[in-house]
T-cell receptor, first 112, second 111 residues
Framework: DGGITQSPKYLFRKEGQNVTLSCEQN?????MYWYRQDPGQGLRLIYY???????QKGDIAEGYSVSREKKESFPLTVTSAQKNPTAFYLC???????????FGQGTRLTVV | EDKVVQSPLSLVVHEGDTVTLNCSYE??????LLWYKQEKKAPTFLFML????IEKKSGRLSSILDKKELSSILNITATQTGDSAIYLC???????????FGAGTILRVKS
């Protein structure tokens, strides 16, 4: 089935550790995105990529890093520099920038 | 600063009621207005509107964009408990790089 797969669904991190969230899509979409969702707030863009080997910072990129080595994959690393990483992270893809985006099931990250 | 504001923030109705959710936007080089439904995890796409005044319908859901008023509404008629969700509105840019999301409206439909 076509779609976007995020893993893991739940992730616990100790303070000071880096963690990587996986996002894979088999929709043949060029554009991929990472959003963060906090209670009572809308989705905020962390990073986006419109083509392989290219990515751009979104509104809240500090403390995060990404790579886009393959069209299908857009992993997000939450580094120890991110001061408040506990949140729900959503990955999305679209056939090009700003068209209808499809979302994965999300990863809930908790810092313990 | 680009922003999207949704109202109300939350809403409780009874099955069978009709609801109207509001979305206003200030988005640079505005191109499109999108509505999503988020039940537990992944937001699912409902509508994308690019032309003013044209109504898009899918079953009991419909939406209209008013470019003059920089706003959109999402109507749900004959609500069901399965309509309970967060409804997200987002503005897309013509030459930009992102969708600007509102905070969402939490809808709860009681049986």
């Amino acid at each position: 089935d076509g779609g976007i797969t995020q893993s893991p669904k739940y992730l616990f991190r100790k303070e000071g550790q880096n963690v990587t969230l996986s996002c894979e899509q088999n929709l043949n979409h060029d554009a991929m995105y990472w959003y963060r969702q906090d209670p009572g707030q809308g989705l905020r863009l962390i990073y986006y990529s419109q083509i392989v080997n290219d990515f751009q910072k979104g509104d809240i990129a500090e403390g995060y890093s990404v790579s886009r080595e393959k069209k299908e994959s857009f992993p997000l690393t939450v580094t120890s520099a991110q001061k408040n990483p506990t949140a729900f992270y959503l990955c999305a893809s679209s056939w090009k920038l700003n068209t209808e985006a499809f979302f994965g099931q999300g990863t809930r990250l908790t810092v313990v | 600063e680009d922003k999207v504001v949704q109202s109300p923030l939350s809403l409780v109705v009874h099955e069978g009621d009709t609801v109207t959710l509001n979305c206003s936007y200030e988005v640079t080089n505005f191109r499109s207005l999108l509505w999503y439904k988020q039940e537990k995890k992944a937001p699912t796409f409902l509508f994308m509107l690019t032309s003013s005044g044209i109504e898009k319908k899918s079953g009991r859901l419909s939406s209209i964009l008013d470019k003059k008023e920089l706003s959109s509404i999402l109507n749900i008629t004959a609500t069901q408990t399965g309509d309970s969700a967060i409804y997200l509105c987002a503005g897309g840019m013509e030459y930009g790089n992102k969708l600007v999301f509102g905070a969402g409206t939490i809808l709860r439909v009681k049986s």
